[in-house]
């Protein structure tokens, strides 16, 4: 990937948005953008005040924020159910029959669900729920497919006041087990299997699995989405139900109850450097308010747009921009069950045209594989109907960032490249698509509110074009409140570094024009097709193995992926590396965390290389991989023979 600091620094191509969007934008030109801007970082009170009213308050707030750092509180005092901001408001302001949701499923059958029938829905499974036993605050996990079912059980839990910790569909049994014990699930919601890539994904099976272990789950409710055309699931009797017969016995009326503004919301686990997933909490009314007002200025959502963000709702971003960003904004959503490349890499153009996709929002991944896969596909679809093109996930390369303007945008669309993670719950540096003077490769400027600056070690905030640490000065409405049982965590992962300030965790620069660069994580987190891997998660799926002494895992670039999994391996006793258990160890990563996890090369070794205290030199890994040689002393280490025996091993590949 070129997105190196080079390429940065040359980078001077500018794109501005066109008169014609700017016109029609709610934010129409920089001054504006400033204005705004200094009002929510000063007075950040009445800013978020303004926006706040937009949502559906039961009870009105008495304090917009109380920061006792790194603690939060917004809008207390206040009462709201975000169901409500989500659905029930839009019968009201003549949404009613307006399309939701339009789903596509993978095999192609198509299903639209007005608000009004999206109520409807939510309602009723809100009672299956109640019907159930579930009380405000108990946890309820959900795995699913890419079904409009996804959301409803989302949408029902915040509806009755119970946290919903999604789960993404791709993980594995194990890691089910994980985050059932982490956060004490009582209540599991599935499907009997999901359509990926033509085959079926047996999430059942897995719940069935992963319920062997963890015996807290009381209910298990399952959709049927799947049928006669998979393996018939198990049922196990007194435990599991069918969404379906549950539903048909209870009132699809449900008057939506109000909860204090800090009432959790959800819980959703995501990588960090240690081997366990950190479970990150999201409360109500500030989550809302972060998904709700950066869909508005940032897809600068209309009522006549159809919107469609690719990602899976077991991330954050199928958190706030499919379930409760777009929603609050009562925009039309497509929503797709599978995967880009099925039946080939065409599908995507295929359902923007369909639908008269205007608002698309991918992660520079995908866009790779696009390009891999040639422009005959796109240009075969009629794509005019896009007028905003949106990323996330990764830092995204010019090369890409190119392509996807031009054939994808026509040359026409404005591309919001948005810097964010499932910390912030919310966008947190972005263009403003009516304004923003965009470069390929750069996020830009913070959204209001977001006090955003990179600082050296000694805590000086860096000048322009000089690297350091992304910190976040400001609480915003959409942090993250804490690890879900896990404060010590809390506090020493993100306000360890600088007294007050939140760190994110990445590195990044400045430019001269105040544009933000990330360059990428700082910790031993990697970045693999945009989704968040922990090296220390692989390491220890590794070490679970029964063969395996020792692993070390390090990133390396890759063309599609944007980072590839790079394992060191040291075998038990007499074990012989063989290339057949170079695919089962493979396998073996793919079983106990997920397919996204598998390794893309491994190397066996006789020993680790490392300091005379012990510890695995892990910076010397990572630069073996990523240039195939060592610059630095290796004088220090316990065993410099190792990294000849290494470096030769790389050579051959
Ligand atoms: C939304 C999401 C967060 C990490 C983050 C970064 C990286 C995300 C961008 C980006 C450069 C971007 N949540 N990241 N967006 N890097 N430019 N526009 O991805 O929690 O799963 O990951 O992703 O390293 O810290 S996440």
Known sequence: MSNSIESHLQEDRVFKPSREFSKNARIKNMAQYTRMYQESIEKPGIFWAREAKELAWQKKWTKVLDWKAPYAKWFLGGKLNVCESCVDQHLKNGRANKAALIWEGEPG??????????????????????AKGIKPKDRVMIYMPMTPEAVI????????????????????????????????????????????????????????????????????????????????????????????EEAAQVSAKHEAQAFDSEHPLFILYTSGSTGKP????????????????????????????????????????????????????????????????????????????????????????????????????????????????????????????????????????????TWWQTETGAIMISPLPGCTPTKPGTATLPFFGVDAAILDETGEECGPNEGGKLVIRKPWPSMLRTIYGDKKRYRDTYWKDYQGMYTAGDGARTDRKGNFWIVGRLDDVLNVSGHRLGTAEVESALVSHEVVAEAAVVGRPHEIKGQGVVAFVTLKGSTAPTDALNGELRNHVGKVIGAIAKPDEIYFTPAMPKTRSGKIMRRLLKELVATGEISGNTTTLENPGIVEDLRAQLKKK
């Open 109 to 130: 059958e198509t299903r639209t669900l007005t608000y009004r029938q999206l109520h409807r829905e939510v309602c009723q499974f809100a009672n299956v729920l109640l």
């Open 153 to 244: 059980a989302m949408l029902a839990c915040a509806r009755i006041g119970a946290v919903h910790s999604v789960i993404f569909g791709g993980f594995s049994a194990e890691s089910i087990v994980d985050r059932l014990e982490d956060c004490q699930a009582k209540a599991m919601i599935t499907s009997d299997g999901g359509y990926r890539r033509g085959g079926v994904v047996p999430l059942k099976e897995n719940v069935d699995e992963a319920l062997k272990k963890y015996k807290g789950v009381e209910t298990v409710i399952v959709h049927q989405r799947i049928g006669n055309e998979g393996a018939p699931v198990k049922m196990k009797r007194g435990r599991d139900v069918w969404w379906h």
């Open 278 to 417: 950190k479970g990150i909490l999201h409360t109500s009314a500030g989550y809302l308010l972060g998904a709700y007002t950066t869909c508005k200025y940032i897809f600068d959502m209309r009522d006549d747009d159809v919107y469609w963000c690719t990602a899976d709702v077991g991330w954050i971003t199928g958190h706030s921009y499919i379930a409760y960003g777009p929603l609050a904004n009562g925009v039309t959503q497509v929503m797709y069950e599978g995967a880009p490349n099925h039946p080939d890499f065409g599908r995507f153009w295929d359902i923007v045209e369909k639908y008269s996709v205007s608002i698309f929002y991918t992660a520079p991944t995908a866009i790779r594989a696009f390009i891999k896969a040639g422009n005959e596909l796109p240009q075969a679809r009629d794509l005019s109907s896009l007028r905003l093109l949106g990323t996330v996930g990764e830092p995204i390369n010019p090369e890409a960032w190119m392509w996807y303007h031009t054939i994808i945008g026509g040359g026409r669309c404005p591309i919001v490249d």
